[in-house]
C-alpha cells in the first residue's frame, strides 16, 4: 500500500503546482485558442473569399447584427417567410427592446417561391396569381400584382413587411438562381427566343434588391455559416 500512496501524494503535488502556476505570468502566455466558426474564421470573423465575381456574396458581410436568423421560403405559402422575419425583428424590439441595428434578418426565395421575386409585370404576363391559387381579398379575383411587395396597411409600423420595405429597412433578400431558370423559361416559351434574350427578359423584372445566388441551398448554408439561426419559414 506504501507505494500507490507515494504515487498518488506526488500526483496530488504535481496537480497543486499546475493549478497554482495556472493565474501565473507564464499561464498567461498561452491562453486556449479562439474558438473557430464553421467557415474557419477565428473570433467569428468570416474569413470565406470568393474566387469567382460571377455572384455577389458581399451581402454576407453585412451581416452584422448580434441576433442573425435566415428564413428558407421553398413555397410562396403567401409570402409567410417574409412576414415571419419582419415579425421576429419586431418581436424582439418588443420583448428585449433590441434596436434594429442589432438585428440581422435573411430570407432565401427559392423553389417553387420563386415568383414572390419577380415584379408585378411578370406576374400579370404569366397569370401567376391563378397559377398559385392567390386571390386578392379585396377584389376576389386572382392576384395581377406580386402581392408581397408592399404590405397589407399604409401604416408605418407596417412598412417593413412588405419585400422592398424589408430590403430598405436593413433586410437582406437572396433568391435561387436554379428556380429562376423557371422563370427564364417562361419568356422563352412565350416569345420563342433565345436563352440569352429570354434571361435578359427575365432579369429585367426581378425586383431590384434581391441578390440572386448560385442555388437556395448555397444561400442558406451561407448564411449559417455567417452566424445566422435557420428556420423553416414557408
Not at 23 to 50: I, N, T, W, Y
Not at 83 to 107: I, L, N
Not at 128 to 142: M, N, V
Not at 175 to 200: H, P, Q, Y
Request: aromatic fraction near 10%.
Amino acid at each position: 500500500m506504501a507505494r500507490p500512496r507515494r504515487e498518488f501524494l506526488g500526483w496530488l503535488g504535481a496537480s497543486t503546482v499546475m493549478a497554482a502556476t495556472a493565474g501565473s505570468p507564464l499561464a498567461a502566455q498561452e491562453p486556449p485558442p479562439a474558438a473557430a466558426r464553421p467557415d474557419g474564421g477565428p473570433d467569428g470573423a468570416d474569413r470565406l473569399v470568393p474566387v469567382s465575381a460571377e455572384w455577389d456574396v458581399t451581402w454576407a458581410d453585412r451581416i452584422q447584427g448580434k441576433h442573425r436568423a435566415v428564413f428558407d421560403s421553398p413555397g410562396v405559402s403567401e409570402g409567410a417567410a417574409l412576414f415571419r422575419a419582419a415579425m421576429w425583428r419586431d418581436q424582439y424590439k418588443e420583448v428585449y427592446g433590441t434596436p434594429p441595428e442589432e438585428m440581422s434578418a435573411v430570407v432565401v426565395i427559392r423553389h417553387t417561391a420563386i415568383p414572390l421575386a419577380m415584379g408585378d409585370a411578370y406576374w400579370a404576363r404569366f397569370g401567376i396569381g391563378k397559377e398559385e391559387k392567390l386571390k386578392d381579398p379585396a377584389t376576389r379575383k386572382w392576384y395581377v400584382t406580386n402581392p408581397v411587395r408592399t404590405p397589407w396597411s399604409p401604416e408605418p409600423r407596417w412598412t417593413a413587411y412588405g419585400l422592398e420595405g424589408f430590403m430598405a429597412s436593413g433586410g437582406i433578400v437572396l433568391a435561387c438562381n436554379l428556380a429562376f431558370r423557371m422563370v427564364i423559361a417562361k419568356f422563352r416559351e412565350a416569345d420563342k427566343s433565345t436563352r440569352e434574350e429570354a434571361e435578359a427578359a427575365a432579369r429585367a423584372l426581378l425586383i431590384p434588391g434581391i441578390i440572386l445566388q448560385p442555388s437556395g441551398i448555397f444561400a442558406a448554408l451561407r448564411a449559417q455559416q455567417a452566424g445566422c439561426s435557420y428556420i423553416m419559414a414557408s
